[in-house]
């Protein structure tokens, strides 16, 4: 009998913490398949981000380390600088990478860093129970913008990739989104691009990846794609920012 | 005879973490130690190494707390508020176990304080400013020889003990200049525990691409029932170890003082001069000086306080380290206290105008 699907073997035989319907899974298992296919396993090193997946390594199958909050692209460019020959990627989540990480995203960017970041777009904070982050839309209802977010009150939407595009030192950004399986595999490009470019030395990758988080967006598993889909890439939309 | 050069005690600092072999510097400006980033940038090119001026003091940390993880021995530097910032990484690198060498050449606080010298971050730094159950090993130079020795001891340590060392200087020390020989001597006097001199030390644990092995994972988040708390007793063994070995101090006339002036770092050179004059008067006055800050030399303190009738501490802060010296002494003795603050710096004149007013006074 042909074995015609199966883990990759870079995520451990394990089942996922993560709430019914989350896109985390899906984005780590991408991650995985890209690092098998490129044959990087046992050179890659990653950084998980303080939130929901901050225990990405009980998942993942290769060197991992765990950084402060916001910290990722720092302990990157550590790791980078000095061991130039290892694939070092990061993931983020919004509030992590956009809010309290602010700066060093920035800076690791317009360092132009050979590091790959993939940053999930969830629109909330997850692992503190629903606040609003700072990539929380306008008039979403969260734990902390229970009336919805003003802009008066709570400003704007952070655009990362855009303003990122915006940097000299930035190879490529995207934003994909992970509500369908064609999108998926949109986003499973853009992901092994992030790693193909560390590999051939371009610099700074980062692909932004809009996910849904059904808990705390307070819909069904169903109804978080839903908004993803139609509501969240109006306010986010998809593509290649800069190449 | 190794030939003398002349720098300024940054430099010194600087070029001595290179001889232990940092080859990882990361930081940000801030005055009194720019010499430090100022000379890594030049000399790191030339060792191979890598030097790094990041965006904050937060990122130089945790550029570090990266570096460290593969296994290159790697430093930061700052002063006082930039030490602040550092403490989040320091708290981290603590709990993960990392290796790493941060510097702090203090200046007069709380805040943005000013530029001049201080030791007002004892607490911070022998307290653990950072949240957590965690210590780090403290190493407090007095001279420019002893920045070569302490530290390469520094880089000897945290990679022994797996933890963050840190070196506290002040703006005195890191400005001034001293004709030293870039050659560690020998670990300063009355080393509790045996000389390490930059060991090979083997690091099974670093993350270097899993080629050959089982993944590895760096991490201070243990949710488990249970787990942190055998975590932390675990960290608390190596710190009763370090208590146990690493202890360094110096006395000057232990034997037939009847007062001990108890000081670290730039204070103690001058508490030095006082006890010299006191001794020319026909005093017998000592000086005790704790080199390791944390572990505090506790046992040997306890040890003078049985002959020793009185002791005074001198700081340049409103009095940090005085709590260490009633604790190890249990309070035993009268111990009294000068110290000058924001910048201040305690004269001779003043401290032997102070010690007298406390003899008067029966301390």
């Keep these: 009998m042909n074995k015609v699907f199966s883990k990759p073997k870079s995520m451990k035989n394990a089942?996922?913490?993560?709430?019914?319907?989350?896109?985390?899974?899906?984005?780590?298992?991408?991650?995985?398949?890209?690092?098998?296919?490129?044959?990087?396993r046992e050179k890659v090193i990653g950084i998980a981000p303080v939130g929901c997946a901050v225990i990405a390594y009980d998942y993942w199958d290769f060197d991992v380390t765990e950084a402060a909050h916001g910290r990722v692209p720092a302990v990157a460019t550590g790791i980078k600088r000095v061991k130039p020959e290892n694939i070092v990627f990061g993931y983020q989540g919004d509030g992590d990478l956009a809010a309290i990480g602010t700066a060093e995203i920035i800076h690791a960017a317009n360092r132009g860093e050979n590091i790959s970041i993939i940053f999930v777009n969830n629109a909330v904070y997850g692992m503190t129970g629903g606040q609003m982050a700072p990539t929380t839309v306008l008039k979403q209802k969260t734990s902390t913008t229970p009336f919805g977010r003003d802009?008066?009150?709570?400003?704007?939407?952070?655009?990362?990739?855009?303003?990122?595009?915006?940097?000299?030192?930035?190879?490529?950004?995207?934003?994909?989104?992970?509500?369908?399986?064609?999108?998926?595999?949109?986003?499973?490009?853009?992901?092994?691009?992030?790693?193909?470019?560390?590999?051939?030395?371009?610099?700074?990758?980062?692909?932004?990846?809009?996910?849904?988080?059904?808990?705390?967006?307070?819909?069904?598993?169903?109804?978080?794609?839903?908004?993803?889909?139609?509501?969240?890439?109006?306010?986010y939309p998809l593509g290649v920012f800069r190449q | 005879m190794t030939k003398k050069v002349l720098m300024c005690g940054n430099e010194v600092l600087a070029e001595a973490g290179i001889m232990a072999g940092c080859r990882f510097y990361a930081g940000y400006p801030i005055t009194p130690q720019n010499e430090i980033p100022a000379y890594m940038s030049r000399r790191m090119p030339e060792v191979g190494g890598v030097f790094i001026q990041a965006e904050s003091e937060i990122s130089a940390v945790n550029m570090v707390f990266g570096a460290s993880l593969t296994g290159v021995r790697a430093m930061t530097s700052s002063s006082s508020p930039g030490i602040s910032l550092k403490q989040e990484g320091i708290s981290y690198l603590a709990g993960c176990q990392l290796p790493a060498v941060i510097v702090n050449m203090m200046r007069g606080g709380p805040g943005l304080g000013n530029i001049a010298p201080s030791q007002s971050d004892y607490f911070q730094a022998t307290r653990g400013g950072g949240h957590g159950d965690y210590r780090q090993v403290v190493l407090a130079p007095a001279s420019l020889q002893e920045i070569v020795d302490l530290t390469v001891l520094s880089f000897d340590l945290a990679d022994k003990y797996r933890m963050p060392v840190m070196i506290l200087g002040d703006g005195i020390l890191g400005q001034m200049m001293e004709p030293v020989e870039l050659n560690p001597k020998s670990i300063p006097q009355r080393c509790s525990g045996q000389e390490i001199q930059n060991p090979k030390i083997e690091k099974d644990w670093?993350?270097?691409?899993?080629?050959?092995?089982?993944?590895?994972?760096?991490?201070?988040?243990?949710?488990?029932?249970?787990?942190?708390?055998?975590?932390?007793?675990?960290?608390?063994?190596?710190?009763?170890?370090?208590?146990?070995?690493?202890?360094?101090?110096?006395?000057?006339?232990?034997?037939?003082?009847?007062?001990?002036?108890?000081?670290?770092?730039?204070?103690?050179?001058?508490?030095?001069?006082?006890?010299?004059?006191?001794?020319?008067?026909?005093?017998?006055?000592?000086?005790?000086?704790?080199?390791?800050?944390?572990?505090?030399?506790?046992?040997?303190?306890?040890?003078?306080?049985?002959?020793?009738?009185?002791?005074?501490?001198?700081?340049?802060?409103?009095?940090?380290?005085?709590?260490?010296?009633?604790?190890s002494i249990e309070c035993r003795k009268p111990v009294y206290f000068y110290g000058r603050t924001g910048g201040g710096i305690p004269t001779e004149e003043e401290i032997i105008g102070e010690l007298q007013k406390g003899i008067d006074a029966g301390c």
């Excluded at chain 2, 787990?227 to 932390?232: A, I, P, Q």
């Excluded at chain 2, 007062?259 to 010299?276: F, P």
Aim: proline content about 4%.
């Design chain 2, 206 to 327: 670093v993350l270097d691409g899993c080629k050959g092995r089982e993944p590895r994972v760096i991490k201070s988040l243990l949710l488990g029932e249970g787990e942190l708390e055998r975590f932390n007793l675990r960290l608390q063994e190596k710190y009763a170890l370090i208590k146990d070995k690493e202890v360094r101090y110096e006395v000057l006339y232990g034997d037939d003082s009847d007062i001990m002036l108890v000081s670290y770092g730039t204070t103690s050179r001058i508490c030095r001069s006082v006890v010299e004059r006191l001794r020319r008067q026909g005093k017998n006055a000592g000086m005790f000086r704790p080199i390791s800050l944390w572990p505090f030399p506790e046992r040997a303190l306890k040890e003078l306080a049985e002959r020793i009738n009185k002791f005074f501490v001198v700081e340049m802060s409103c009095g940090q380290m005085v709590d260490d010296v009633k604790l």
């Design chain 1, 151 to 235: 802009k008066k009150r709570d400003g704007f939407p952070l655009k990362v990739s855009e303003l990122l595009a915006t940097l000299p030192g930035v190879s490529y950004v995207e934003r994909v989104a992970i509500h369908d399986p064609q999108h998926i595999l949109k986003a499973k490009e853009a992901i092994k691009r992030v790693f193909q470019n560390q590999i051939n030395g371009l610099g700074f990758s980062l692909v932004e990846v809009l996910s849904q988080c059904p808990t705390y967006l307070g819909h069904s598993a169903k109804e978080a794609v839903r908004w993803v889909a139609e509501e969240m890439i109006k306010e």
């Design chain 1, 15 to 40: 089942s996922t913490h993560y709430c019914p319907g989350c896109g985390h899974g899906v984005v780590h298992r991408i991650i995985c398949e890209v690092i098998d296919e490129l044959d990087i």
